[in-house]
């Protein structure tokens, strides 16, 4: 064993040695010191693996500091007692992107479930015992105590007009809030049922959950105070997620369309997915609730169900229209880069006022449809890949708002269902 760790010494630190080649006298220095970087490598990747993920992933941080706020009575919710007292809801593997934004798949009533919640920036990991005094002061402190229901409902309408602009809609989604923050469903709502659901509103993919209509996002299951769960995590239509989170960076875009026909489901499948997917672009350009805009438009936030039925991966890459055009307005610019909302909502820069317009030059179905190009032309029928390619040329051609262009937009969209619809309709993937 002495033996057997010196020479493993020898390989690691002293791959130039004479007492090496002596050892090994089969084996040239170059390969020595190919088997030295190689170890060094992995080492330095494990490392960075690890940091990445102490910096991502502090659940614990979130659980800590809910409950914390639970058992003062500042915050409440429906999972609340199951999360703090009963620990009935496990967290499992970390999701997270960004450290501001956990989330971890987990179990919950013998349910598989995602977990979500906030982290301000404020929350450093050396803040020490100020962490959660801080966050009570930041996050729970509306409404304030006194507030009356009828002050709670007009301080949530103002907040949705200021979100989601003035639609004639927004009391209904007021009702709704107010049906959310009876958590425990005694037709009343306390202050810290409404401090919970104050936080959450904050939370723009909470907002989004409540007011996308038609099931194209996973289905709440239930909160406390601004940690939320809903239904298990989708499963992605990027080919990369099924390689390990240190290999995706290194995956050349050429392999994709290879990956996607090799790991991903079959041509059919995806066709049903597409359609989900057009069905909720065409929902953000008419829901009930104001027209959406999709800020990062890749394959990774495209997932579906066990029954191939589209669900989006990430809403908070989702911002309302009011949203977008407020962080645009009187934008100091010098290109059209510099008026990006997210990813890709990008607005034209007038390079005489030196102002960002506040019109995207692309709508969501251009992006979508550039995104299904390269998701459904692979491996498509012979018969329908020529028309099908034609008809995404021409919808990835649509520019300007979409309001000045809806009747295009709705054809193209209608064309493009049908013509899926058509091919999949009589076969066991409808």
């Known amino acids: ?254 392999l994709h369309g290879a990956l996607q026909q090799w790991l991903g489901p079959a041509w059919p499948w995806r066709a049903k997915i597409a359609i989900g997917l057009l069905e909720f672009v065409e929902e953000l350009f008419h829901g009930a609730y104001g027209t959406f805009y999709m800020c990062e438009t890749t394959l990774a936030n495209v997932g579906y169900t066990a029954k191939y039925d589209f669900r989006m991966a990430d809403l908070q890459q989702v911002a309302p229209e009011a949203a977008v055009r407020r962080f645009l307005r009187g934008r100091r610019c010098e290109r059209s880069s510099d008026c990006t909302y997210g990813r890709d909502c990008r607005a034209p820069c007038d390079t005489l006022l030196r102002q960002c317009k506040g019109d995207l030059v692309q709508p969501n179905l251009a992006k979508v449809c550039e995104l299904l190009r390269d998701y459904l032309l692979p491996g498509a029928p012979a018969g329908l890949r020529a028309e099908l390619g034609r008809q995404l040329r021409a919808c990835t051609t649509l520019s300007g708002p979409a309001g000045r262009v809806e009747a295009r937009h709705s054809l193209v969209l209608s064309h493009l269902k049908s013509l899926l619809w058509k091919e999949i309709s009589d076969t066991k993937y409808a």
């Open 1 to 254: 064993m002495r033996r057997l760790r010196r020479l493993a010494h020898l390989v690691i630190f002293c791959p130039f040695s004479k007492g090496l080649q002596g050892r090994l006298p089969g084996l040239r220095v170059k390969y020595v010191f190919l088997v030295w970087l190689g170890v060094f490598a992995g080492s330095w990747l494990a490392y960075v693996h690890y940091s990445s993920y102490a910096e991502l992933c502090r659940g614990h941080i979130c659980q800590v500091v809910i409950c914390d706020q639970y058992r003062k009575g500042i915050i409440s919710g429906s999972i609340c007692q199951d999360l703090c007292n009963l620990h009935q809801v496990e967290w499992r593997t970390c999701l997270s992107s960004v450290p501001g934004q956990q989330v971890y798949s987990g179990l919950w009533q013998g349910k598989e479930v995602t977990i979500k919640c906030g982290i301000e920036e404020s929350l450093d990991l050396k803040a020490g015992a100020d962490t959660a005094p801080r966050r009570e002061l930041v996050l729970f402190d509306k409404p304030t105590r006194g507030t009356s229901i009828k002050e709670f409902q007009e301080m949530t309408l103002s907040f949705l007009k200021a979100n989601l602009g003035d639609l004639p809609s927004l009391p209904a989604l007021v009702g709704q809030v107010l049906l959310v923050a009876d958590f425990n469903k005694d037709h009343r709502v306390s202050l810290a049922e409404a401090r919970s659901v104050w936080a959450l509103l904050q939370r723009n993919d909470f907002l989004l959950l409540l007011s996308l209509q038609k099931g194209r996002a996973s289905r709440l299951l239930g909160c406390c105070g601004d940690l939320y769960i809903t239904e298990g995590a989708p499963h992605s239509s990027w080919p990369g997620a099924a390689l390990p989170p240190l290999l995706r960076p290194l995956l050349p875009p050429a």
